[in-house]
């Protein structure tokens, strides 16, 4: 391995690197020099540098059968990988030389790099944590497979239409993907519907009614300086015949291109509309297809190596991240039995020895429910193997004399809970943060936790340190280099030898310099985006998160609307200048999200109007808010903006990456803002609002939020003025369903909070003002962060739950 990236570096370095693109410009795009387009000197410069992938990734895999490594298959809906052309040049350390190489010809390399589309393969969270394990388990050393779905069009394109979000497909797949291959000996036949039988020596046979294909496209995902590479493995539908000849016959075109139209829908648009009976069969298809066809192919890998099917869970850990692969559970039964002739009890034990399961939310809504007679419909041999999982698990309770609660019953109500089976069929349950796991042993799987006590570890998560720090953040990445040497990449609890600098005049400047620069940045990006100007010196006060009640972007909203009356009443009172930023994404099915969305941007078009207030406060929202999008924010704020209802945000990985790129927190104690607050101190974190168990206690004491707003003269203010229309005059009644909505129920607390965080907000005002003080506790944010980096959190997969080798 390590000859292998000298090599690589010694080609690159002599030169090669420039015979390569050029290589690559002219046989493989086809185009001269002069004829090149900024997209073909970016197709030609990223296959260039994936060759340079290709052989540490061939050796990684030699070495992985060499040693007979057990592998880690995890399974998920998303990976919101983002652009792979700077973070592979990062990784294999040879930005100097690709730099130097598009100079020679004339070509600017950043305009290269942001000439590359964004992977729409994911919403959030979830899939930006997918993407940042990928990188750290090839960073680590372990052995592993990503295994997703290759959408077409993945998540929408985000638009505003008079504020409005508009929805419009994503086309990053309207150019060749150079980063893939097309793995043609790797496609699997994945059915639907159908009969199950009895054959007549006693096996049970499933016979789809429909099949479609799942084709296999590889991308290689390098760790860092490529000593070792992983795969992401994305499966793609594709029908079991083109068009059906028949009708194409006789004239009718669409019928007979029916087949593959209805085929290739399937990984066509990530998380489509599940509100009508047709948007639910296609997610649950969805979830199957890729768990399925994912499933097959570990299995086939592994029979090609190993005799014994029953010893699978010593060479294969399979992760389940959230709920959407919980089919896994039956799938992996399914095959054993059904195509390895093991009996369901040995199958199962077989099956649950492989499966691990994430845990990534504490709303029992949000954990799955399939309607039972979609199941049949969709599963039905599946379904067979739900009831005896459910019966098999009550039964070895009862036997434990555990007698099972109602409450842990996989079908219960007509319906299939996916979280129960999911917890059923795994090994281990991990929650992501220190307080989502205890919530989780206390609420959503309380009683699947007192049976099975040993099953539920914890797991904070974390993000890479190289794309979120040494990629996007090369002011900061510098500084600290200098600081504590090479290595922090690989070692981010190096990062603790920089909180005695906090006290240095000239560390702190230095630090302070670097966030000028990102803002200065952002300030031209805002610009050249939007036509949107703004004071580089004001505060960078920023929430980016997939936009839902429970992440309260209405109460920052109502927060900046209070504000901004009370600087109007009083030009004296000591506001410091903000820039308030927001960035994310509303469900298209989830009409109060876009509402929310609809009065941030009329609320910001009052406010931006206002000339009293201009110099003092600026609301933002640039649309279409991905991972490109927050490599350009995350270093230039502030303020991080981490304000969930406690006990509902389950970890949180946008709290982390603000806090390592020297962003202070303002937030409750919810998810790992708790383990956040523990390592930067108390002084250098703006905590405030209720605490879960306090949540919980309001609830149930019947809550009045009208009485918040009564005693809250601020709240009320605002609330009124939006309930008149005094930022939707054209529509005085647009809001009317949010501000019934606040007045009646506020289930997420809005108004509970109202007034703490405004409080906490004025603390953060008299902390700005202090210049050296906050440019203190931003340095003492970032030198702890070593904890959150995500090679810690492998390193404890590896461990505690998969049982793996974590070694390059």
């Not at 540490?56 to 809906?77: G, N, Q």
Request: charged share 25%; with cysteine; aromatic share 10%.
């Amino acid at each position: 391995m390590h000859g292998l990236q000298a090599l690589a570096r010694a080609r690159t370095a002599s030169g090669d690197l420039e015979n390569a693109i050029h290589d690559h410009l002219l046989y493989s795009i086809g185009k001269t020099t002069a004829a090149a387009s900024l997209a073909d000197w970016r197709m030609a410069l990223s296959r260039a540098v994936r060759d340079l992938v290709v052989d540490p990734w061939f050796e990684t895999t030699r070495r992985i059968y060499a040693e007979d490594r057990k592998r880690v298959y995890y399974l998920s809906m998303e990976f919101l990988i983002g652009r792979l052309l700077e973070d592979a040049v990062l990784n294999l350390g040879i930005e100097d030389h690709a730099r130097r190489a598009m100079y020679r010809f004339g070509v600017n390399y950043d305009e290269v790099v942001d000439d590359e589309p964004d992977a729409a393969l994911g919403n959030g969270g979830l899939g930006r944590l997918a993407a940042c394990f990928l990188d750290s388990m090839s960073t680590v050393g372990v052995a592993a497979y990503g295994y997703g779905i290759r959408y077409e069009h993945g998540l929408f394109k985000q638009r505003f239409r008079e504020g409005w979000q508009i929805e419009q497909p994503e086309d990053w797949l309207t150019q060749v993907h150079p980063w893939e291959f097309q793995r043609s000996e790797s496609v699997y036949p994945i059915g639907f519907g159908g009969e199950v039988r009895q054959k007549e020596d006693g096996r049970t046979v499933w016979e789809p009614a429909e099949t479609v294909l799942a084709a296999a496209y590889d991308t290689p995902v390098p760790g860092w300086r490529g000593r070792w590479v992983n795969t992401l493995r994305l499966w793609s539908a594709q029908a079991t015949q083109v068009y059906d000849l028949e009708p194409f016959s006789r004239g009718d075109y669409l019928a007979a291109a029916a087949p593959a139209v209805l085929a290739e829908t399937i990984s066509r648009v990530l998380y489509p509309d599940d509100s009508t009976p047709q948007g639910k069969e296609l997610r649950l298809k969805q979830e199957f297809f890729f768990t399925a066809a994912s499933l097959r192919d570990l299995v086939r890998r592994f029979v090609a190596h190993h005799k014994d099917i029953r010893k699978l869970p010593e060479k294969v850990a399979v992760q389940l991240n959230d709920t959407h692969p919980a089919i896994a559970g039956p799938e992996l039964v399914r095959i054993l039995v059904d195509e390895h002739g093991l009996e369901f009890d040995e199958a199962f034990l077989v099956a649950r020895g492989c499966l691990h399961y994430t845990n990534h939310t504490l709303m029992p809504e949000a954990l799955e429910r399939w309607p039972v007679d979609l199941m049949w419909r969709v599963l039905p041999r599946h379904m067979q193997l739900i009831e005896r999982i459910d019966e098999a698990h009550a039964v070895s309770t009862h036997a434990a004399n555990q007698p099972r609660p109602d409450s842990v019953k996989i079908i219960d109500g007509g319906n299939v809970r996916m979280g129960d089976l999911a917890f059923i069929s795994a090994r281990k349950v991990n929650g992501v943060s220190a307080l989502h796991t205890d919530l989780m042993k206390r609420t959503v799987f309380r009683d699947l936790h007192a049976l099975h006590p040993d099953r539920i570890v914890n797991q904070t998560n974390g993000v890479t340190p190289r794309r979120w720090l040494a990629g996007c953040n090369p002011a900061l990445a510098s500084l600290l280099t200098e600081a504590v040497g090479h290595g922090w990449e690989t070692d981010l609890e190096q990062l603790k030898v920089i909180a005695p600098l906090a006290d240095d005049a000239g560390f702190r400047t230095r630090f302070s310099k670097a966030k000028q620069t990102n803002k200065d940045l952002l300030t031209k990006y805002l610009k050249a985006k939007l036509d949107i100007t703004v004071d580089p010196t004001a505060m960078f006060d920023i929430q980016i998160k997939r936009i839902h009640e429970y992440k309260r972007q209405l109460m920052n909203i109502l927060e900046a609307a209070a504000a901004w009356n009370e600087m109007k009443r009083n030009p004296s009172a000591p506001f410091a200048p903000r820039v308030r930023i927001f960035g994310g994404k509303a469900a298209p099915g989830y009409a109060m999200a876009k509402l929310i969305i609809k009065l941030i941007n009329d609320i910001g078009r009052t406010v931006n109007a206002d000339e009293e207030t201009r110099d003092r406060l600026a609301i933002v929202y640039p649309p279409n808010y991905n991972v490109s999008m927050a490599e350009v924010l995350i270093p230039a704020a502030d303020l991080s903006e981490q304000i969930s209802t406690a006990g509902m945000e389950a970890s949180g990985t946008g709290n982390m990456k603000f806090a390592m790129n020297g962003a202070l927190t303002i937030g409750t104690l919810d998810g790992a803002n708790v383990e956040i607050r523990e390592r930067v101190g108390d002084e250098n974190i703006f905590i405030f609002g209720k605490t879960a168990d306090e949540v919980t206690e309001a609830r149930e004491q019947g809550y009045d939020p009208s009485a918040a707003i009564a005693a809250s003269p601020r709240l009320a203010e605002v609330v009124e003025q939006i309930a008149s229309g005094l930022f939707s005059p054209e529509d005085p009644e647009r809001y009317r369903a949010l501000v019934d909505n606040l007045r009646g129920h506020d289930w997420f607390m809005v108004c509970a909070d109202f007034d703490a965080y405004y409080a906490a907000q004025r603390e953060v005002d008299a902390a700005w003002a202090d210049k050296n003080a906050w440019a203190r506790s931003a340095v003492l944010n970032t030198a702890p962060m070593g904890w959150f980096s995500s090679d810690r959190t492998i390193r404890g997969y590896a461990k505690d739950v998969w049982e793996v080798d974590a070694r390059v």
